[in-house]
């Protein structure tokens, strides 16, 4: 054998050696999701079904048919990208890559009329205490990186929780405060960012809230309630390594009923193998976006509804965060006529009343992200306020 011939083959052994590692690496359950669906969560999720109902049973219909989705407006997401490097600022996410993940999830939201760009220039970070990145970190981190009227999606090159296990990515789903964190090698594997998007647009694993054994029963009767709430996904065991073979679903364990399971080992949502992840169930793709449109002030800090042209479009608030305990309303409304009311993000009203002399009384409010709503009986305004 000459010595192309030899160089040929050890290349070829290389490669073959290296891909099944490339492969087992991005399918490893060891490297799982980290998004914890806390109780508070989930009762903001219920707190808001009818009322995102309808949004989402409009959506099924007009999706169904191609006359219908040309009425369905397409939602846009900025995303602002945090790229967390060595000091040196070296090994951080490749722009290319990153770029290809964008594109990505463009084509996997495309039909969820959700599409999502860049903003502004991306942020590095250049911290070695920060490059192997530890979820009990992320308040020290993100309290000088973070971009308000975005998603703000960090990429580290390691990622744990604080349990130091390896995770592929989360969702910060608890605070709400739009933030999600990837590994790089996941973030560039085709399905995992999309799994932390479905998460932070109101999606559970299709096994249901975090590592629990499901109580969602095969013949769908509970599939509303238990499970992901989602009735178009099946009853899913959890899915891993112990109870898939490739693609396809090889266990044996059944429901309470007694019946087998046949969950969708395709579900971007479950715990497949992440290459085997490609797809949302119209029920799923529906609650996404009808979400959305229920929290866009969070992405865009204020709403108008009913008259553009009311004096409370004109309506500012300062200062923002508030500095010492009030905050201030300067605009042309008459405060007689003007009602506010102010909220967490899990619905809760924490303060209501009269808008008098311009100002607001927030000493009771602890540190965190609120929401005002003024409301003078022809229109509202909603806007985000820090304290």
């Known amino acids: 054998m000459n010595l192309f011939k030899i160089k040929i083959s050890i290349l070829l052994v290389s490669v073959s050696l290296l891909l099944p590692f490339h492969l087992s690496s991005q399918n490893n359950p060891e490297y799982s999701c980290g998004t914890t669906t806390s109780k508070e969560s989930l009762e903001f999720y219920n707190s808001i079904r009818s009322e995102i109902a309808k949004n989402e049973k409009s959506f099924m219909a007009k999706s169904s048919s191609a006359k219908g989705a040309h009425d369905i407006k397409v939602e846009h997401i900025p995303i602002k990208a945090h790229i967390i490097r060595t000091s040196q600022g070296s090994d951080g996410l490749d722009v290319d890559d990153l770029k290809q993940t964008i594109d990505n999830l463009n084509a996997i939201f495309k039909d969820i009329y959700i599409q ?10 250049d911290n070695d205490a920060f490059y ?9 981190l993100t309290k000088n990186n973070y971009t308000e009227g975005a998603l703000n999606i960090y990429f580290a090159n390691n990622l744990k929780n604080e349990s130091n296990n390896n995770i592929c990515g989360y969702a910060n789903i608890t605070k709400n405060a739009n933030i999600i964190f990837m590994q790089n090698s ?22 249901g809230p975090n590592d629990n054994a499901t109580t969602e029963l095969v013949n769908g009767t509970n599939c509303d309630t238990d499970g992901d709430g989602v009735c178009d996904t099946p009853a899913d065991p959890k899915l891993g390594s112990n109870n898939l073979d490739s693609c396809n679903y090889i266990g044996t364990a059944t429901d309470a009923n007694g019946d087998k399971y046949q969950p969708d080992t395709y ?11 490609t797809r949302f169930s119209k029920q799923q793709q529906a609650r996404m976006y009808a979400f959305f449109l229920y929290t866009k002030m969070q992405f865009f800090g204020a709403t108008i509804e ?5 004096p409370l479009a004109q309506v500012k608030i300062y200062p923002n965060p508030v500095s010492d305990g009030t905050l201030n309303i300067s605009s042309a409304t008459d405060d007689s006529a003007t009602h506010y009311q102010i909220s967490n993000f899990y619905g809760q009203v924490l303060s209501q009343g009269p808008l008098t002399n311009k100002q607001i009384d927030v000493n009771n409010l602890s540190s965190g992200t609120y929401l005002l709503t003024l409301n003078n009986g022809k229109s509202r305004v909603v806007k985000k306020f820090i304290k």
């Not at 999502?116 to 970070?125: C, K, Q, R």
């Not at 399905?191 to 999606?203: K, N, P, R, T, V």
């Not at 009913?306 to 009311?310: A, F, Q, T």
């Open 306 to 310: 009913d008259v553009e042209e009311s």
């Open 132 to 140: 192997h990145f530890n979820k009990s970190d992320e308040s020290e």
């Open 186 to 207: 996941c973030a560039i594997n085709d399905s995992s960012l999309a799994h932390e998007i479905g998460h932070f647009l109101s999606l559970i694993h299709t096994h």
């Open 116 to 125: 999502f760009s860049l903003s502004d220039n991306i942020n590095y970070i």
């Open 267 to 277: 579900n971007l949502m479950s715990y497949s193998y992440k290459g085997c992840r």
